[in-house]
């Protein structure tokens, strides 16, 4: 277990998956208690990912962690203790003075990029560029915000929130509904139509965007389960990864707004367009799904269901990693061949690493199997992996 990071009053934690799980993690339990109180005083939370983020804790207090984790077997050995410390208010004063400088720094370096932005957008305007030319500075800004936000390095479970919409309000921004037009429906989720719409946000441009809707007549935990997909999308910002504009929760249908890409899944749009394509365009859509994975693997996030019906292409061919939702996964959905049962969850056993159709070992490296699959699947023009075998041959 390690300390990610620590204000006066939390701690973030994280620590490495078993080696051996016996069966599917299911969550981890964290104990924790101040050094100084008994044992008998701690207190327990629950992470579905090998991250925390402990709050309410005393200021400059030392307090004793321990993890372990639980299978369908139930619970495994408590890790080791380890000692971590809140900071003391002196200490944040003294963080926030060290920043100062740099903080004063990068505001001023914003300032001035801010001016030669402003400059560049009056000198474009002047001489009345067209479409193409604003497109550009939209890229320009997309490309700045991406590196100059403080940006957050580890991704963070929904479900580690006592209180899963804080994850939401978080995460996601809240759309109003007046911004939202709905056009035609264009595929089936797992909670409802996906809908192709415009999204005209004020003081910004109408912009395309996919519609997902949450079908009335839904319990509090199909919402949850259908908004968790937003809390994780919400948390990236990567060219090679489905951008997240908003959701809308305070009115009905529920809904997730992400950006429009025009031709849909990478499986059926290969499948559409065997032979059409050279190798290079073949290759950068595999690079453009390698940079997303690379970006998701450096937050931490193991995606578990990469594969090239989970790739979304846009009109320009740039593939976006997509498909945050977990309820596919689990036992009671019977809907989808794709996933098979197995102990502790469902599995799609063609694009799983043998490690983890196993022993559930989900981790980056079995993402990178999956992606080995997902470039047959490219280089194929979509063919089904393994073709006819059946998945129990497929495992052997
Ligand atoms: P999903 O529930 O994410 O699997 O979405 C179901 C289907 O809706 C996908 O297979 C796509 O065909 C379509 N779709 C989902 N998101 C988008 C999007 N952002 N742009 C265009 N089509 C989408």
Redesign the pocket.
């Known amino acids: 277990m390690h300390q990610v990071s620590r204000t006066v009053d939390s701690i973030t934690l994280s620590w490495s998956q078993p080696d051996q799980p016996n069966g599917v993690i299911l969550d981890y339990e964290l104990q924790y208690y101040e050094k100084d109180q008994s044992e008998y005083n701690s207190t327990t939370v629950r992470s579905q990912t090998n991250t925390a983020v402990i709050r309410g804790l005393k200021s400059g207090s030392i307090y004793v962690f321990q993890v372990r984790a639980r299978t369908v077997a139930g619970f495994g050995r408590y890790s080791g203790k380890l000692y971590f410390q809140t900071m003391t208010e002196e200490e944040y004063n003294t963080s926030i003075q060290e920043k100062l400088p740099l903080i004063i720094g990068s505001a001023a370096a914003g300032l001035v990029f801010l001016i030669a932005l402003v400059v560049i957008i009056i000198v474009c305007n002047r001489r009345g560029f067209d479409r193409g030319d604003s497109e550009y500075t939209d890229k320009l800004q997309h490309y700045t915000s991406g590196h100059m936000s403080p940006g957050m390095k580890i991704y963070i479970d929904p479900f580690t929130y006592e209180d899963p919409n804080e994850a939401v309000r978080e995460f996601a921004k809240e759309i109003d509904i007046s911004c939202v037009k709905i056009e035609q429906v ?5 909670f409802g139509e ?1 809908c192709s719409g415009n999204l005209k946000l004020p003081g910004k441009r109408e912009m395309f965007v ?1 519609i ?1 809707t949450l079908k009335s007549g839904y319990t509090e935990k199909q919402r949850r389960d259908f908004l968790s997909e937003a809390s994780i999308m919400g948390q990236f910002d990567h060219p090679n990864v ?1 951008h997240l504009e908003g959701v809308v929760t305070k009115s009905s249908p529920v809904m997730i707004i ?4 025009e031709n ?2 990478l499986d059926t749009f290969l499948r559409q367009n065997d032979g059409q394509f050279t190798v290079i365009q073949l290759v950068g859509m595999l690079r453009g799904i390698a940079s997303g994975m690379k970006y998701l693997a450096d937050m931490n996030y193991v995606h578990r269901d990469l594969a090239a ?1 989970n790739i ?1 292409v846009n009109s320009n061919l740039v593939c976006k990693v ?2 945050f939702g977990l309820s596919r996964f689990l036992e009671d959905d019977t809907s989808d061949p794709t996933y098979t049962s197995a102990l502790g969850g469902k599995i799609p056993i063609r694009w799983t690493a043998p490690e983890a159709i196993q022993y559930r070992k989900f981790t980056s490296a079995s993402d990178v199997w999956s992606y080995g699959i997902v470039m047959w699947e490219v280089m194929s023009y979509g063919e089904r992996p393994y073709w006819d075998m059946t998945n129990q041959d497929v495992r052997i």
């Open positions: 264009i595929g089936a989720g797992e996906v996919a997902k489905i992400t950006e429009f890409m849909g899944s019906r979304l997509s498909d």
